[in-house]
């Protein structure tokens, strides 16, 4: 089984930039596809992005398409989220998810909370 931790959360101004990143212990990363969820206050879990074991393939929620970028250094057990032009609508807790297969979603990690003001 494997360990997940987010971190890189915090406050930003609309237009900003964080970067989050998922540590994973107990198992190597590279046994898994890896993804991002995000909920908004109120409102269900929703995906974010996806990796493949490999790298090769990715995958984005539309709204966050050419802003968000996910990418994995399996070397330091580490998934990252790249995010750059924040928008308001982006505030959210964000999850770290490791899979056994594309696209499910079997470990999850605790949340990190990302707040982008206007």
């Known amino acids: 089984q494997v360990q997940l931790v987010e971190s890189g959360g915090g406050l930003v101004q609309a237009g900003g930039s964080l970067r989050l990143s998922c540590v994973a212990s107990?198992?190597?990363?590279?046994?898994?596809?890896m993804s991002w969820f995000r909920q908004a206050p109120g409102k269900e879990r929703a995906f974010v992005a996806s990796?493949?074991?490999?790298?090769?393939?990715?995958r984005y929620l539309d709204s966050v398409k050419g802003r968000f970028t996910i990418s994995r250094d399996d070397a330091k057990n580490t998934v990252y989220l790249q995010m750059n032009s924040l928008k308001p609508e982006d505030t959210a807790v964000y999850y770290c998810v490791a899979g056994i297969v594309l696209g499910s979603t079997d470990y999850w990690g605790q949340g990190t909370q990302v707040t982008v003001s206007s």
């Open positions: 107990g198992r190597t990363l590279s046994t898994y596809s």
């Open positions: 990796i493949s074991r490999n790298g090769g393939m990715t």
